[in-house]
């Protein structure tokens, strides 16, 4: 069981590049999120899907789009790169159980630079 | 506004140094309460979860309390493993099953 993982590890745009970020969980899962982590803040949701089929906005969407392409793939696309996405993006999966909050389980990061 | 605050930023204690630290939320009603330990370039890893007032968790050194505005993180004799950055999440009754609150953390630093 590899859990969350997440593809790459590091990367170094220009502004106004284009990447996709990729997210895989092999729980079975029905929910995953995804979140940017800056120094001295909390985590912040930018989408999260909580089923295969359904994609939601969070608390910081703009600038971002998501796909969920079958129940274990979730990936995070950067249009048009600002510096101000300079951040570590982290990826998340939580549980099935009804009527109940599941806690999420976090992949180990991507550290994005835009210059 | 709902809210999550950590105190304090940062901590060094000794190795055997017991501890707390907190974690205040101000929010319209709690449907849960989650400590994360995360270790520097790694990913957040779920501790506890915590529903009611008065209810407590424990896991090894680690005890996790909740009252009806704060909980808290007890640290019992704490070694250099224990060694982290600890965050507070909150969900609340208003907000969907999906979203948590979360505070910026407190880094623990145990010296040997």
């Known amino acids: 069981n590899a859990g969350v993982t997440q593809t790459p590890k590091f990367q170094v745009l220009k502004t106004g590049q284009s990447m996709t970020l990729q997210c895989a969980q092999d729980?079975?899962?029905?929910?995953m999120y995804w979140y940017r982590q800056d120094p001295g803040m909390g985590l912040r949701l930018i989408y999260y899907?909580?089923?295969?089929?359904?994609?939601d906005k969070g608390e910081v969407p703009n600038g971002y789009n998501v796909s969920r392409l079958n129940k274990r793939e979730f990936s995070l696309r950067l249009e048009s790169a600002a510096p101000s996405q300079t951040s570590v993006y982290f990826c998340?999966?939580?549980?099935?159980?009804?009527?109940?909050?599941?806690?999420?389980?976090f992949g180990p990061g991507t550290r994005l630079t835009v210059l | 506004e709902d809210q999550v605050t950590q105190s304090p930023e940062a901590l060094r204690l000794q190795e055997g140094e017991s501890s707390s630290l907190n974690c205040s939320y101000t929010?319209?009603?709690?449907?849960?309460l989650f400590w994360y330990r995360q270790d520097p370039g790694k990913g957040p890893e779920f501790l506890f979860t915590?529903?009611?007032?008065?209810e407590e968790k424990e896991k090894e050194r680690l005890k996790a309390t909740l009252t009806k505005k704060e909980s808290f993180l007890h640290i019992t004799a704490p070694k250099p493993e224990d060694s982290a950055t600890y965050l507070c999440?909150?969900?609340?009754?208003?907000?969907?099953?999906?979203?948590?609150?979360w505070g910026a953390g407190t880094k623990l630093i145990i010296k040997p």
């Open positions: 998340a999966s939580s549980g099935n159980r009804r009527g109940s909050y599941n806690e999420q389980f």
């Open positions: 729980m079975n899962h029905n929910s």
């Open positions: 899907s909580a089923s295969e089929g359904t994609t």
């Open positions: 929010v319209s009603g709690l449907r849960g």
């Open positions: 915590l529903y009611s007032a008065g």
């Open positions: 999440a909150v969900q609340a009754v208003v907000v969907s099953n999906y979203q948590l609150i």
